[in-house]
């Protein structure tokens, strides 16, 4: 059973804000796809409320059990992922241009979103065995690399599935930068990068989906192609920035239903978020991301163990990748690379991945003190 | 590790900061310009034309009749521009794909603005449009103000005709707030009264969303419909006068005496202003202005001839009032006379003895040569000019133009030498410099024989009845009498000028005249029509109590009691008739 300890070190202000950023999802949603001339409202809003309850539930589950187990678990989870990873690209669902999904039957989800995850846990466990103030040394990261970088991210860009290959590298780098790698290490580990780049990137390039390239180039002259992908930023700057101060006020938004933005209730439901409720909305909820950011880092400086510590901060850096990744898409200071919104983008394998990964975080803050029994 | 999640917490702290000063950027400093665009994407501003005013005749007949008109146009902005969708659209709409690329290419100002694709299509091509417009967004089918003129070439000059408004109009001032595409009067009433006719354009401010859907009209400013207007022609008497005037350059002014009330002015050739309406064809363009006749032209009012002998009224005043004759002063006319040189007679055995009711009713030149000797080209100048000669009339209708009466000043200025006496003697029969319009000769007319009130023409009922000129020199009513009764000889003697205009309904006075275009006496049916005089003649009726003044003009007509005479005893008599109808 859960110790009481337990429960009172529960961080309640952590749940109470993934709570409010779901809600306030769900509440734009509602706004962003209610309908102007069809006459029935669609079930968007319904759908992501019974997404929120599921996650609910899982975060509770995982909260519960002690994140020990995972780390101990790590290489096998590291290998049912890699299997389902594989699977996707033998029996998944194509659409929209991509193989990303895998049919349950009752209900479709999307292997690479709880890679993620696995992909956290994975490098924390191993992370764990280079000596504390040396950091990892060359070899170290060279097996990493091998062992738990490039299968994974080529399976994923095979999809292919850039956005996600592009966070499991950004995680890998930051979490061993933070594990104290020396500084010469980093500096051998960015000329050997510097130098393959032109042709990793050449690699990468050819491997990209034209769709990609183009917004890759979008994002670098938006005006060139105003119908385009172009559109989707211009557009989403007009949304931002017509909501002004104190913004149109809820359901008052025009940009989103009245499709001048597309994607509106999913990628860009920021946009749709600071038109109707204005700089000021917006700061609220820039404040409400932080408070989450600062918690996690919070957590893992307080972790009771170093495997708590990568944890927490690989999750922390993820959840603060996609904020700025899409919250800088919106706002015309980042690439289009489709990346959800955590928490308030529509879309339940994403939510229940945020949740889950939200637990594992709360798992490590409430068991900080466990040393002490 | 400690210190490199702290680092990892300033870095995020520092993008935080990057992505609230670029939200401030957005939403603060350039809030306003965003919230215009936002408003430019779904804001649609769509003109509803007023219904033009109506144009009446005296009697509140119809002339003209607004008739809707359906043009397709696209919003640029919302056309889908790959190749296949235009081919589709092209097809559907029936127009060739390079005339439909080219008309959106075309230089709309903004990609919100209505392009026309094509104009004036039928009623099966609307209904269709509307039915399949979904399929094509940014396909529209817009309705705009058509104009027909119900008695085609009737009273084109006068009516006028309407064009769409270009860009070098719309910036003046008087095209203020008259949307773009709008039909505007071009020439004659519909020209001058364009402002009382036209209206006030509603607008429509329309929500659309991104397929150009209406979601929602946010407001409706309705039209006001233009004021109509009643003119004081009578349409019958209009195109009674242009039949007379058919195969024939001329012109006719019908007119109330008591008021200066326009009752019929009339030129030809005529044109059909309803080759206007929606935009005249180069073709039908080319073909007006290159037609030798110049139908475009209004010969009542634009153009100038010398009054030959209807002038012959006003040195009759002149000599009357001055004291220079009385009514039993006589002449003897042996054909000619001379000062400095021979003066001919238009009769070359001369008329014997001729008093002043003979010298009208025989239009003998000897005798108003003779008062050319005694009156000063000054003094009969002073006349002709009180009775609206050589100045515009007024009647506000396109390019007037205001006729010549010499003057010793005139001459000095315009031709630089001083004036001969001899030139009086030709001034006096109406030749010489002189050279006036036929409705200046109605308006003169009228004011001899209403006693002397120099009115200003008018075609709008309720704009008129306003004396034009107190310079004028009184008429004594003892010499109104004496005019009225020659003039009258004129048509009712037996060797009376006008003889051709006599009829059995009412009794008709009038004066004749005729313009030398070249000089020399040949036979009228040898000279080929362009050589040939031109023929007035000015009528009023009844004698007693006139109710009507008429003048003809025909161009090359030859004489006037030939060719212009029994014209206006047609047109007094249908005039007549229809008094007596109604």
Known sequence: MIDRRLVDNFDWGLLFAMIALSLIGVLTIYSATRPVLDAAQKSFYMRQLYWIALSLVAFLILVSLDYKWFI????????????????????????????????????????????KIIFIITLSRYLTYHKDGAGPDLSMIIKMVVLFLIIPVVLILKQPDLGTALILFFIFISMVLAAGTKRKIILTVLIISLISLPFAGKFVWSGLKEYQKQRI???????????????????????????????????????????????????????????????????????????????????????RDREGCFLALGITYMFSFYFFVNVGMTLGVMPVVGAPLPLMSYGGTALLSNFLALGILENVRMRRFALYY | MEKRISVSLYIVSILFCIFIFRLFSLQILKGNEYKKIDEHNRIRVVDILAPRGIIYDRHGRALVKNVPSFDITAIKEDVHDDSDKLLAMSRFIGLKIDVLKTRLKGSAASPFENVILKQNVSFKDVAKVEAGKADFPGLQVNVV??????????????????????????????????????????????????MTLRGLAGKKILEVDALGRIINVVRIQRPVKGQDIQLTIDIDLQIEAEKSLKGKAGSIVAMDPETGAILALASSPTFNPNLFVRGIETRDWKRLIRDPRKPLLNRAIQSQYAPGSTFKIITAIAALEEGIVD??????????????????????????SVDLQKALVESCDVYFYEVGKKIGIDVL??????????????????????????????????????????????????????????????????????????????????????????????????????????????????????????????????????????????????????????????????VDEPKIVVSVFVEHGGHGSSAAAPVAGRIIEAFYKSDMDG
């Open chain 1, 217 to 303: 180039l979008t994002f670098i002259d938006p005006q060139a192609d105003p119908q385009g992908v172009g559109y989707h930023i211009n557009q989403s700057k007009v949304t931002i920035g017509s909501g002004g101060f104190s913004g149109k006020g809820y359901m008052e938004g025009t940009q989103g239903p009245y499709r001048f933005l597309p994607e509106n209730h999913t990628d860009f439901i920021f946009s749709i978020f600071a038109e109707e409720w204005g700089f000021l909305g917006s700061l609220v909820l820039f404040f409400m991301y932080f408070f989450i950011i600062w918690r996690g880092f919070d957590t893992a400086r307080k972790a």
């Open chain 2, 327 to 352: 009514r039993n002063t006589n002449v003897y006319c042996s054909g000619s006379t001379r000062f400095g040189r021979v003066f001919k007679c238009w009769k070359k055995q001369g008329h014997g």
């Open chain 1, 72 to 115: 101990s678990n790590a290489y096998i989870v590291y290998a049912i992922g890699i299997i389902l990873l594989v699977l996707v690209l033998v029996i998944g669902r194509k659409g929209m241009g991509a193989q990303r999904w895998i049919n349950m039957g009752l209900f479709s989800f999307q292997p690479s979103e709880f890679f």
């Open chain 2, 145 to 194: 103000g058509g104009r027909e003129y119900l008695h085609g070439h009737s009273a084109s000059h006068l009516l006028g005709y309407l064009g769409s408004l270009g860009p070098r109009q719309s910036n003046k001032p008087e095209y203020k707030g008259v949307p773009k595409g709008s039909f505007i009067g071009l020439f004659g009433i519909e020209r001058v009264h364009d």
């Open chain 2, 381 to 542: 100048s002073d006349y002709a000019s009180g009775y609206g000669l050589g100045n515009l009339t007024d009647i506000r209708l396109d390019g007037e133009v205001a006729g010549i009466v010499p003057t010793r000043k005139w001459k000095m200025e315009t031709k630089g030498d001083r004036w001969y006496k001899g030139e009086t003697l030709n001034t006096v029969i109406g030749q010489g410099y002189l050279s006036v319009t036929s409705l200046q000769v109605a308006s003169m007319m009228a004011a001899v024989v209403n006693g002397g009130k120099l009115y200003r023409p008018y075609l709008v009922t309720g704009s008129g009845s306003r004396v034009m000129d107190d310079r004028m020199k009184k008429i004594r009513p003892l010499h109104i009498k004496l005019l009225k009764k020659a003039l009258l000889g004129v048509v009712e003697e037996k060797k009376g000028t006008g003889l051709l205009a006599k009829s059995d309904l009412v009794s008709i006075g009038g004066k004749t005249g005729t313009t030398q275009v070249i000089g020399g006496g040949l036979n009228e049916k040898d000279t080929p029509e362009k050589f040939r005089d031109h023929a007035w003649f000015v009528a009023f009726a009844p």
